[in-house]
């Protein structure tokens, strides 16, 4: 006679040994396509489909846009590798561990871009270091202006730094055309030799 419990460890045996329903399902159909029913493979694709969808959303959570990416590589690998199905094996654990496969090179892959493109909100300091630089360097250049007299002065900040033409600055100065053009050369010239020192 079978006690309780023997009865109970037999079942759970049996129930590892028995397909699921969704197993024999699927293997039924991966058969009948491998023996070249098309209808039949196609719809193990679609079903197939559904469920790595299913299996990849709750492993991607924060990238669910990246999902069906990995859902069509995964389908793309289980086709190029059908013909190595073991008929014996289940199909889902055989399907599970090639999608395990892909989420695990798009996670490579996503940390190794991640490593190399920092975020800007990292970066802030950095721009704000760009800004402090750039308005001691509009300090430093209007302190080298101040310095020169008006004829070299006035062309450099109409023509350089306004962006006038030698025309326009000459109008707007008095100065002739030649006038604007040789202020500006000597301007730059004297402002050079400040910069290195030599006055």
Do not use: C
């Not at 397909?19 to 491998?34: I, N």
């Not at 070249?36 to 299996?55: M, V």
């Not at 308005?135 to 007299?149: C, F, G, H, M």
């Amino acid at each position: 006679m079978v006690t309780g419990q023997a009865q109970a460890a037999t079942s759970v045996v049996t129930d590892r040994t028995t397909p699921s329903p969704v197993e024999a399902h699927l293997q039924a159909l991966l058969l009948a396509g491998l023996d070249g029913d098309a209808r039949a493979y196609r719809q193990f694709l679609e079903e197939l489909t559904r469920r790595l969808r299913a299996f990849l959303r709750r492993r991607l959570f924060d990238r669910q846009d990246q999902v069906e990416d990995i859902v069509q590589e995964t389908l793309l690998a289980v086709h190029n590798a059908r013909l190595t199905y073991q008929r014996g094996q289940p199909v889902t654990a055989w399907v599970y561990a090639i999608a395990r496969y892909k989420l695990m090179d798009f996670l490579r892959a996503r940390m190794r871009h991640d490593a190399l493109n920092d975020p800007l909100d990292d970066a802030t300091g950095l721009f704000d270091e760009s800004a402090e630089q750039a308005t001691d360097a509009r300090r430093d250049v209007a302190a080298l202006l101040e310095a020169l007299p008006d004829r070299q002065r006035l062309p450099i900040e109409m023509v350089k730094l306004q962006g006038l033409s030698v025309a326009e600055t000459a109008n707007r100065t008095g100065m002739s055309e030649s006038a604007v053009k040789v202020g500006v050369h000597r301007g730059l010239k004297a402002l050079a030799a400040r910069i290195r020192g030599e006055r």
